[in-house]
């Protein structure tokens, strides 16, 4: 990694490239710090301090901490991401949406600018949900009109900053903008993760314990971020053979390739839908200011992560296997939308292809669907394994909330890994331009 960035910055190109990514990622940790207008900056971290829901500790997260500062982009890009996955799915319900993903570069366009309509209307409906259920209870220093429309305004329009700011690195930086936003704002909070291992595993113990501990945490991080490499470059390669065909007077085709079936083939998207879809009520309970002393409190507690694995009450740890439950479902789900095995085994089919020791057409495509949900499986089972070690760690050991969940690792070394991909194909297009040059 430093190698190819250290080659980087020897290219004028890419270099500036590079520059100019860093320096639209320094105006956002800029506006990070910037407060709205009218707006107790310290409600949200007060309110999440007297309470043990951690419900909105991934929204902060993937916030860079800007939800709890109520910074001018205290939504971040949440409302684009949420906004893609629902294009995503209305792109497989909607016929007319599907003809227009296949138009080409015309088609994706089209999406886009409907994807940038309806990232502006989830921003504008989360900014006024909070503005109006937050800003009576003390989130608006001034709960008046003008107040609750320059909030709402403030938010919006930072969130419709911060998508036109990944555009742009998109465009002229390096990598997937958007991609490289959330990636920023979840490392920016990973001091105060440090410092709060620190603090639980090294304050006051004696230096031979204080060795041992920061030994056994560095080795668990250090096999985490392995095992999600494994995990995001583990792929099932489908050998396909192509048979030839007399064009002219020539025989063309006869060529080997494969179909690369990635083992964790939705990504991060299964453990999102979870924890969205499980957070949910307990964040609607935070306006209803639900007592979890009662009986709906205790069962809105066990969907809550931060209960799990607490000595003190087990039976809160039984959300976990619904947990579970919604990860590979998900996971299933999201593979069956993104990946058709009927219509590769088709695609294959009319162009002369066929998988060696299976014949054309629906046999195909019952191979690949029974390679597919076993490797899906892997996937998920590899997600589950990343995301409730974090949440183990932080209930045994009393650790509290972590931002640097599985979740988080999990994009941040799909992210990393997207990006040097990205570097090293600039530089090889740059060689190659060298080369024809010359």
């Not at 500036?16 to 940790?29: A, Q, S």
């Not at 046999?363 to 690949?368: A, I, N």
Request: proline fraction near 4%; glycine fraction near 8%.
């Amino acid at each position: 990694m430093l190698k190819t960035l250290q080659n980087a910055f020897k290219i004028k190109e890419i270099r500036e490239k590079l520059l100019y990514t860093f320096f639209m990622l320094v105006v956002i940790r800029l506006g990070s710090q910037l407060p709205i207008p009218g707006v107790d900056t310290k409600f949200f971290a007060e309110l999440f301090a007297r309470q043990s829901s951690d419900a909105f500790g991934f929204f902060n997260t993937i916030t860079g901490g800007s939800f709890t500062n109520m910074s001018v982009f205290a939504l971040s890009i949440t409302p684009y991401i949420t906004s893609s996955i629902i294009m995503q799915l209305l792109t497989i319900a909607i016929p007319k949406l599907e003809e227009m993903q296949r138009e080409g570069e015309d088609g994706r366009k089209k999406i886009a600018e409907y994807t940038r309509y309806l990232t502006v209307g989830l921003a504008l409906m989360q900014s006024i949900a909070m503005s109006v259920g937050f800003g009576g209870r003390g989130l608006l220093i001034d709960f008046n009109a003008v107040s609750v429309i320059v909030a709402i305004a403030t938010m919006t329009s930072g969130s419709a900053m911060l998508m036109w700011i990944g555009e742009r690195i998109t465009e002229r930086g390096v990598g997937n903008g958007i991609s490289i936003v959330l990636l920023f704002n979840i490392i920016s909070t990973l001091p105060s993760d440090m410092i709060t291992l620190y603090e639980r595993f090294l304050v006051g113990k004696n230096v031979p314990v204080a060795t041992v501990s920061l030994i056994i945490i560095l080795a668990i991080i250090l096999a985490m971020v392995v095992f999600v490499i494994v995990l995001q470059d583990g792929e099932r390669r489908i050998p396909v053979q192509y048979s030839k065909k007399m064009q002219g007077r020539k025989m063309v085709g006869g060529q080997s390739t494969n179909i690369p079936l990635k083992v964790n083939t939705a990504g991060v998207i299964p453990v999102i839908f979870a924890s969205s879809l499980m957070s949910f009520p307990v964040v609607i309970a935070e306006f209803f200011q639900v007592d979890y002393a009662t009986f709906g409190g205790k069962i809105l507690r066990a969907l809550n992560s931060g209960s799990w694995f607490h000595a003190e009450y087990p039976v809160y740890s039984i959300g976990m296997v619904v947990y579970i439950a919604l990860i590979v479902v998900f996971a299933y789900f999201y593979t069956s939308i993104t990946f058709n095995p009927l219509e590769v085994a088709n695609n294959m089919k009319k162009s002369g292809g066929f998988i060696p020791g299976i014949r054309p057409g629906k046999p195909t495509s019952d191979y690949l669907n029974n390679i597919l949900n076993y490797i899906v499986f892997i996937g998920a089972c590899g997600l589950i394994v990343v995301c409730l070690i974090p949440i183990m760690v932080s209930g045994i050991f009393s650790v509290g909330s972590l931002s640097f969940g599985g979740t988080s690792l999990i994009i941040i070394v799909g992210v990393v890994l997207e990006t040097i991909k990205a570097v090293e194909a600039q530089m090889l297009v740059r060689n190659y331009r060298g080369f024809l040059n010359d």
